[in-house]
Each structure stands twice: as C-alpha cells, then as structure tokens.
C-alpha cells in the first residue's frame, strides 16, 4: 500500500465500511494516482507530487456525509425488512396457537403465554427501527411497552387462575423499577446535553 492509499483510508477510516465506501475510495486513490503521475510527468518529484495532490485534495467532509447518509440509509432499510417480516412472522405464530388453542383445549386458554414471547420479537424490531430511522434513544419507550406487556400478562394469570386473590400488584411494582431508572437515567443524560451546551 502505497503512500496515497495509505493517506485516503485513514480519511475513511471513521466511516461505516460498506460497498458504496469502497467504491469511493477506489475512485479517489484512481484520480490522485492519475493527477500524481501527470505532476511526475512535469517535472516535480514523486514526494513533492503526491504532497500537491493531497493538499489540492483538501476535505472529504462532504464525501463522509454521503457515506454516513447513505450507510444509515441501508441499515435503515435493512431494519425496516425485519421488522416486516417480524410482524408478519408473529401474526401467523400466534395465529397457529389461536388455532391450536380453541379447537383442542377450548376451555382452557393458554395461547396468552406463547403470544407474550412472540410479541417481544416485533417489538424489540420496532424500536430498534425507529432508532436508526430516527437516531433517538429507545430505552424509555421500550422499557415502558415492555412494563406494560407484562402487567398485562400478570393480570391475566391473576383474574383468570385467582380472581379472588388479589397478588398481580406485586411482580407488577417489582417490574416498574424498570421505566422508572430509566426514566431518570434519561432526565440526566438530558441534562448532560444542556449543561455541555452552557459550559
């Protein structure tokens, strides 16, 4: 790796690798080559050559920004897909068990348990997708869905097996630590930000 290839990946280097970035890359380390050879060719010398192009070159902030928008534009993308196929894996999941439930064991419902799992799975994509469309922290709302997700199992298991003992209350105070440091841990990253942002 010559001088010049060594110079370009380390301007690259912060940037998320994928084919888009290596195409660049390759272009560039074409151009400088080209541009180095034809100052070579009038007379300067090769050290002299490539310390010309590479300071005629100059920034390659908007380059890292296209790379940036377009790796972000992918894995967006990429996120979405799952989060479809997710959505519709856990309909036809739960579907099944719906089925399996009320045609076999109609006087018991169990399918609540399965569908409690399989819910996790959409919902995990989901925040993850909407933090890489909308680059925002996900811990709050997902801690808070994932609170109410399972009061929602603890009152079922409650009201359907012993209605007239009262004990969801519990596992359900034990679980609201959960969004509640979360909660906070958020108001201090907030102000984190501002206090940055005055010093």
């Known amino acids: 790796m010559n001088e ?16 888009r970035k290596q195409e660049i890359i390759q272009e560039v ?5 080209e541009k180095v050879e034809d100052l070579v060719s009038k007379g300067q010398t090769r050290e002299q050559a490539v310390k010309n192009a590479l300071d005629d070159f100059g920034d390659i902030e908007d380059l890292r920004q296209e790379l940036e928008s377009s790796a972000k534009l992918v894995k967006t993308k990429s996120a979405g897909l799952s989060l479809a196929f997710s959505i519709w894996g856990a309909l036809l999941i739960i579907g099944l068990f719906l089925f399996i439930n009320f045609y076999y064991s109609a006087k018991t419902i169990w399918f609540v348990y399965p ?13 993850r997708w ?4 909308k680059d925002v922290a996900v811990g709050l709302p997902f801690s808070i869905c994932s609170f109410f997700l399972i009061f929602g199992l603890m009152l079922f298991i409650n009201l359907y097996y012993s ?13 609201l630590w959960w969004p509640i440091a979360m909660l906070f841990h958020a108001l201090r990253e ?3 930000k501002e206090e940055s ?3």
């Open 197 to 199: 942002i005055d010093a």
């Open 4 to 19: 010049l290839e060594m110079h370009i990946n380390k301007l690259f280097e912060t940037v998320t690798d994928n084919k």
């Open 163 to 175: 209605p007239k003992f009262i004990w969801f209350v519990y596992p359900t105070f034990a679980v």
């Open 130 to 133: 909407i933090h890489l469309n």
């Open 190 to 192: 907030k102000n984190k």
């Open 115 to 127: 569908t409690f799992a399989v819910i996790w799975w959409p919902m995990s994509l989901y925040f």
């Open 29 to 33: 380390t074409s151009n400088l080559n």
